[in-house]
């Protein structure tokens, strides 16, 4: 399993704009961070998030002219979420870091550099995380202490609980032993009066030891008074406890009773539910966990049934609170009698039942839940002198490895599907399927990866192209290169999957090197028509860092007797800078050929052109964040100005994407860029078929 801080943050953005969120994530990432991050500009946009998406950090700028940090402070309040606020200014002075954590920030963080943020928010996850761990503790402790205090109940040893050597709580089992009758008659009385007198000397330096560590064992064999005079021989045990929270020495008197029989019973009660039989829900979440883990490690897969009463507050009306129990013990009989073999049953809450099970058939554990939902239905329960008839919900989770982790979230998953199903008129069931949203990582990925398989080893896979057009009368044909993968009902698969998964998928290096090779006959059959077309090729990381791809290029274009003039290679600037070595060691390799050589969402790093004196690109892409609102962003219009004048200096062809409509299309004449991409001018297309000349001047 991962260690917290390796886990997914997500994260909330609050700023002006989408270029300084792009910032902050890709410098998180480059930092090993793995985020997911949403984006606001004001409080209705944080509200709706806060409501809508699980969160775990909010940065915020408190350069906002009319959202305060005070206002989102108090929208984290209101949400009822644990969620650590890290302000963001321009001028970290003192005086606004005191007012911002007075106003609930954590920490204040300059926005011109991302180093202390990268730290905090770190720091903040794995506070986060502590917490988290902290609370599910102190829910199992008090779990924990309510079945003690029940053991403790229906002890038949007697056990009495001692401060300063005053009884301050004792069991109906010590009480009897004495002769009382009530605690009261207890409280206040000293210990060392129920010893005989004989061996109270021996308690005393018994206990002093046992205050001071020194004694070699906790039990101690003493003879005490009963009420009608007589002695008792028994064995004392004493060990630390507290109760109340306050620190106390616990006793506990053996008789030679045999209490066999009572721990069974014991164990019996504390893992199951005494009106259904069943087995509790603490119980079954330490199963659940099992199964997840069970799992993740590709042992067997599992499923949650889970299985809620319809209108379970009119029924209680009805027939009240005892009928009810008769009502949740014909259910549970009802369970039981169709349980799918192996399957652990148990009641959940006061009108619902979980079912946990290792699946064999999907189709089976959905047809169970369709068949209790059924014989519930048909089922006459007899209440005393009435006779009712009721229905239920059902929803059926499904477990594997890449299902989350936690139990919490899967039962979570359960009881929302069954709920919408309640929502909807119940008497029904429904399967879990994660919408995008609700998705893991691993699941999204398993997804994909399903998906992409399926349309490679079916052929379903097209080159599209969009033209990369100069704005300064450079002459050429040039196309971005892009995939078209198709499902079976012949839908296209969407951007998502196309574009952001083949690298978590492992199929990023195998639809690469079917672009490139797509590419290559491109210029080829374009030659025979004396057409010279020159191809951009995005490239993955799991490329970058194939040590063989460079040869395989090499080889590819010496089979159609063409150089490598005509590719240009682009690679991401965050892999670039992560994988420095392959990248350059990439670059040198297609060099050989010829080939060129272009950096991508290029410009967001604090020192952007340090890369270029590593790897000497042909061409750069700006990052595609400075394209947002650019024909009203005058501090987006510099920046890219600023990227295309020094690339220009090193005689470097820049390029903009995103270019949409005719206002960011004119407002880039001016900033010297070189290339211009968008589907203003053209959408991605399967045809080579645009009019370079239409843009000249």
Known sequence: MENETEKLIRLLIIDEGLHKAEQITSALRAAGVQVRAEFAENSEDMAKILKDKPLDLVVFSIDLPEFSLKQASQLVGESGRHVAVIAMTR???????????????????????????????????????????????????????????????????????????????????????FGKTDIEELEGTPIIDMVDPSEQDKLKVFLRSLSKNENDSNELKLKLLKDDGSNLEVKLEFSRASYDSEPCTQIMIHTAADTSDLVDQIDYLNQHDQISGLFNRQNFMGKLKSSITLAMNRVHQSAVVFIAIDNYQSVRDKIGISGCDILIAEIAKILKENAIDQQIIARFSASSYACLGIIKKKSLVEKFAEDIISKVEGHVFEIGTQSISITCSASVCFIDQNSPDNANEIVLRAEKTCTEVQAAGGNSSSTFIPKREEMTVQEEVGVAAGLI?????HNRVTGVYQP????????????????????????????QINQIFPDKTGTAKTLDRWMILHAIKKINEARKKS?????????????????????????SLGKFKITGEQLI???????????????????????????????????????????????????????????EDLSQNTENQESIRELATQAASMKIHSITPCVEDAAIL???????????????????????NYDFSSMTG
């Not at 002075?93 to 954590?101: A, D, F």
């Not at 490239?539 to 395989?552: C, E, F, I, Q, R």
């Not at 600037?573 to 392959?582: I, M, Q, R, S, Y």
Request: hydrophobic fraction near 40%; aromatic fraction near 10%; proline fraction near 2%.
């Open 91 to 177: 001028d970290p002075t003192p005086e606004i870091i005191i007012k911002s954590i007075k106003q609930g920030a954590q920490d204040v963080v300059s926005s011109k550099t991302f180093d202390h943020l990268i730290l905090v928010t770190k720091r903040e996850a794995s506070s986060l995380s502590m917490w988290r761990k902290a609370m599910r503790t102190e829910l199992e402790l008090e779990e924990s202490e309510k079945r003690c205090q029940a053991l403790l109940t229906s002890s038949n040893d007697a056990v009495a609980y001692v401060h300063e050597g005053m009884h301050i709580y004792a069991n109906a089992a010590y009480m009897k032993l």
């Open 453 to 457: 398989k399926d349309a490679l080893t």
């Open 468 to 495: 990369v057009v100069s704005i300064k009368a450079i002459g050429g044909e040039r196309y971005f290169s892009g995939l078209q993968l198709v499902e079976e009902d012949g839908n296209e698969i969407n951007y």
């Open 531 to 555: 057409r010279k077309i020159e191809f951009f090729v995005p490239l993955s990381v799991d490329s970058v860092l194939d040590s063989g791809l460079s040869d395989w290029v090499s080889d």
């Open 569 to 627: 290679f682009m690679v991401h600037e965050d892999c670039a800078v992560n994988h420095l070595k392959a990248t350059k060691a990439l670059f040198e390799g297609l060099k050989k050929s010829k080939c060129q050589f272009a950096l991508d969402n290029f410009g967001t790093g604090l020192n952007p052109f340090q890369l270029i004196k590593h790897i000497k690109a042909d061409y750069i892409r700006v990052n595609i964040a400075y394209m």
């Open 666 to 688: 004119s407002v880039l004449w001016s900033l010297g860029i070189d290339f211009v991409q968008g589907s203003f001018l053209q959408e991605p297309n399967k045809l080579l």
